[in-house]
């Protein structure tokens, strides 16, 4: 199974492209999109789609996790991701791909064992799953990785949506 993973972001959004067979990861491909925060709205969505759509014509992942939003104290902030994540969700269905979400607390979960753990816990789980030779940058690129690993250990991800 190839899982695209999706760490969802307004000025940077991770993904990660993984096979997934017998038990053993394959990283394809992964990095992050980055639009400036002096474009306009409108036109950072667009760079989101198009930039994302691509990487999904290229490597055509079977199913995709896409990080559920985590909502701290900024309004805004939230707002924003959330345009984000809807475009990461419409790319990936305008292009035939199954969607799964989850929680940052069951990606944490899934890879450390423990739903608390700090963000050091993951990024080193998941360069020592994929055998890499460091952890993947930024940080939206791991965390990406990190949700298509989460997808594999919940046997596909039974959440469609």
């Known amino acids: 199974m190839r899982i695209l993973g999706i760490d969802p ?4 959004m991770g993904y990660g492209v993984l096979d997934y067979i017998g038990n053993k990861f394959t990283a394809v491909k992964y990095g992050s999109i980055t639009t400036d925060a002096h474009t306009p709205n409108e036109e950072r ?9 691509e990487v999904i ?3 055509k992942p079977d199913e995709a996790s896409i990080e559920e939003l985590f909502y701290n104290t900024n309004a805004t902030t939230a707002i924003m991701v959330g345009e984000a994540r ?3 969700m419409l790319a990936c269905v305008q292009n035939n791909v199954r969607i799964s979400e989850y929680t940052p607390l069951q990606i944490k979960s899934a890879l450390t064992g423990y739903g608390r753990a ?3 816990q993951v990024q080193a ?3 020592m ?4 030779s460091e952890v993947p940058k930024p940080d939206d690129t791991a965390d990406a990785i990190a949700a298509a690993i989460c ?7 039974r959440r469609p949506r």
């Open 45 to 53: 969505l667009k760079i989101l789609y198009d930039e994302l759509s």
């Open 118 to 120: 700090d963000k050091k």
């Open 125 to 127: 789980m998941v360069k």
């Open 151 to 157: 997808h594999a250990h919940n046997n596909g991800g």
């Open 129 to 132: 799953i994929l055998g890499l």
């Open 86 to 88: 809807g475009i990461a």
């Open 57 to 59: 014509r290229e490597y």
């Open 9 to 12: 972001g307004y000025a940077i």
